[in-house]
């Protein structure tokens, strides 16, 4: 990865020596150079580099002073550059990662910029993580959700395997339910309602406030005067729809 550089410094002599110790290193481009605190200013917002090497005395606006007007916008780096080592304290409470006295030789520099480039890896793996994290939520909204193929049934000392395709129809009976099909009858100790989140709302349907039942078994819908209805499954069974349940099936 490319990390975006900006040099701000007054003194042009500074500059060249923070461009030539950047040089050594693949990891960084320079995409600007500033001789002022108003320009950097500009040029930050603009570019929205990952790392600034910026001057504390500089005209028109100081490095602590700019630094503390990019709060609560785009924060980059920071890593302060001056001659003068009284602003050590004014620098890091301004959140800079680092901070060079002039001069400095390689060692001091290359100390510094390693600390900031395990910084900005740092970063951008949790950037990472985050943009992953966010995209997942976002295109989960668009998958299938799985439902269960197999449902377990507990009779006596034994466990029977269900085909949830195998299902009929469902009724509450009590604190139980009743689960039919075709050959057998199975009773749950669950609630039609818990049950029905386990199953896919396009095949199983609410058609009363105590009966679910699998679309593929439905035969016909037959309607009476009062505005109830009567779903004759292909078993010849006949159930009874509540007209509160009747858009679940008829649009």
Do not use: W
């Amino acid at each position: 990865m490319i990390y975006k550089v900006i040099i701000a410094d007054d003194e042009p002599v500074a500059r060249n020596i923070l461009q030539k110790q950047l040089q050594k290193y693949t990891s960084v481009e320079v995409v600007a150079i500033c001789s002022d605190g108003a320009e950097a200013l500009k040029t930050i917002k603009k570019y929205q580099p990952d790392l600034v090497f910026l001057d504390i005395q500089m005209p028109e606006l100081n490095g602590i002073e700019l630094a503390r007007g990019l709060a609560g916008e785009y924060q980059p780096l920071i890593i302060f550059v001056t001659a003068f080592d009284n602003y050590a304290l004014q620098a890091f409470e301004a959140n800079a990662i680092d901070y060079l006295l002039k001069p400095f030789d390689d060692e001091r520099f290359d100390k510094t910029f390693q600390k900031a480039l395990k910084q900005l890896e740092l970063t951008s793996k949790q950037d990472a993580a985050m943009a992953f994290d966010k995209y997942s939520q976002f295109f989960q909204q668009f998958a299938q959700p799985s439902y269960p193929e197999i449902v377990t049934v507990k009779d006596g000392g034994r466990i029977q395997l269900l085909r949830t395709a195998d299902l009929i129809y469902i009724e509450a009976e009590g604190n139980y339910i009743c689960l039919h099909t075709e050959k057998s009858k199975h009773l749950l100790y669950e609630t039609l309602s818990g049950f029905e989140q386990k199953l896919n709302p396009k095949i199983f349907v609410r058609i009363h406030r105590s009966t679910l039942v699998n679309i593929n078994y439905i035969k016909e819908i037959q309607s009476h005067f009062n505005g109830d209805y009567s779903v004759l499954l292909k078993n010849t069974k006949v159930l009874r729809m509540s007209r509160n349940y009747k858009e679940n099936l008829i649009h």
